[in-house]
């Protein structure tokens, strides 16, 4: 005869259950675990508003501000603490006995609390004034206890540290005659105020701090955006240009063979590999293209833009109100296609930013043809204050950066001397050296 054992599913727990096994593991966390951990208090942060109107010499002072609060906190307790009782001996020791908790919050915030709340019954005994369960000391120090502990945690300690206190209000206001005669009800009053205020100062410190945090990942994630949409631009714009390249290697390797009388099977393969790497270097490049393109992207009919049509280029931005002039300086040569349009899109670039920013300012575009590349130079006066700046997107100064890096040059961009803007940009472009004869040795003589 074979046995079976079944097996009782797991009961399932009601929610109120749940939270009160899970209130009761906040209270163990807040209050009873590591109750004599060292803590000490950190100091304060001298970057905020109300700490630069100090000078810096005493800037680095202000650190220490919370440790004097409490210093100063303590005192006030002691010298309440100590009028309650009749005998100076006596008064003396319950100052003591509330003013060192308040102290002890300095490095040991939980253990103070609960120092607060032992010496409470003492107090309410040894008073002679009739207060009950709370001497007057204890209103004090413990109530400023509590608000150093809840600075120094978590609104979830600031609570449990007010039940229980309300709890030992009832029990020992009881035990001593009545809670109802007592100042139990007051107290707790009193604190769960102070308490309250402080909490909400605590949470508004969190939003605010959790409201920067999120501006901070914002803005980044936007710059990455921006520099994501820039470079896929850029790739945009130089395909045409690419493809021009790869189509003209296609087209030649496919004539070059009848060019020449009686090709050797050995040339006409090469031109046939040649194509082939050609065409599909054209198809693959037009595929990556498809990765990167918007899908409301449409392809531009005409060219890409070169050096060529700034004089164009100029024509428009003085009609749309901008006082520009145009020097160029040096041998003018064909420089390579990708530098052409890059140098292109960073003046047009820049002459926007103009308008934009500095409306109503004259400015002035530079091209040098130098020995080593391609030198760019475009500044702006100061607005003339007629019309307001209109905010761009933020995406100018970036796209001129990276098509600078794109073809290992340097840019700089900053405000110059009369309060204008200027942008300068050097693109290496090789030099081609032609062939030269050598001249032949002279003979030995």
């Known amino acids: 005869m074979t046995e079976t054992t079944t097996t009782m599913p797991p009961r399932e727990r ?9 209130a009761l593991r906040g209270l163990r966390a807040d209050l009873f675990r590591d109750v004599r951990a060292y803590r000490p208090l950190p100091r304060a942060a001298t970057d905020g508003p109300l700490a630069q109107l100090f000078p810096e010499r005493i800037r680095k002072e202000l650190e220490v501000g919370p440790h004097v609060v409490v210093i100063a906190l303590a005192l006030i307790t002691l010298a309440v603490g100590a009028t309650s009782l009749g005998d100076e001996f006596l008064s003396l020791v319950a100052g003591l ?13 939980v253990l103070a609390w609960w120092l607060s709340l032992a010496v409470a019954p003492f107090l309410a005994v040894a008073n002679n004034s009739g207060l009950y369960p709370w001497a007057a000391g204890s209103i004090v120090g413990h109530t400023v206890v509590m608000v150093i502990v809840t600075a120094r945690t978590r609104p979830r300690t600031a609570g449990w540290m007010w039940v229980l206190s309300g709890v030992y209000g009832l029990l020992v206001g009881e035990v001593l005659g009545g809670w109802y005669d007592g100042d139990a009800l007051p107290m707790a009053l009193f604190s769960g105020i102070a308490l309250a205020l402080v ?4 949470v508004n410190r969190a939003t605010r701090r ?15 955006r921006t520099l994501l949409e820039e470079r896929t631009t850029i790739a945009r714009e130089l395909h045409d240009v690419v493809a021009h390249h790869m189509s003209v290697v296609a087209i030649q390797a496919e004539a070059a063979p009848y060019r020449v009388e009686n090709p050797p099977p050995e040339l006409e393969q090469a031109f046939v590999t040649i194509r082939e790497n050609a065409v599909a270097a054209l198809t693959e490049l037009r595929r990556v293209l498809g990765v990167v393109r918007a899908e409301d992207y449409e392809a531009p009919d005409a060219p890409q833009p070169t050096l060529a049509d700034l004089g164009k280029l100029l024509e428009n931005v003085r009609e749309a109100g901008l006082t520009v002039t145009k020097a160029v300086t040096g041998a003018v040569r064909e420089l390579p296609p990708g530098v052409e349009l890059s140098a292109y899109r960073i003046v047009q670039e820049a002459l926007s930013n103009t308008l934009r920013h500095a409306p109503g300012a004259d400015a002035a575009v530079e091209v040098s043809y130098v020995l080593g590349g391609l030198g760019l130079r475009v500044v702006n006066g100061p607005a003339t204050g007629l019309l307001k700046p209109s905010p761009g997107a933020g995406h100018g100064i970036t796209g001129m950066r990276e098509r600078v890096t794109m073809l290992s040059g340097e840019m700089t961009a900053g405000a110059s001397a009369d309060g204008g803007y ?12 032609p062939a030269t004869e050598h001249p032949a040795p002279e003979a030995d003589a």
């Open 97 to 109: 006995l509330v003013a060192v908790p308040v102290a002890l919050t300095l490095v040991r915030p």
């Open 14 to 22: 009601s929610p109120e259950f749940s939270l009160v096994q899970s």
């Open 210 to 224: 959790q409201v920067v945090e999120e501006r901070t990942v914002t803005a980044v994630e936007r710059d990455k």
């Open 422 to 433: 200027e942008v300068a940009v050097f693109i290496p472009v090789a030099v081609e050296h």
């Open 199 to 202: 909490t909400l100062g605590q």
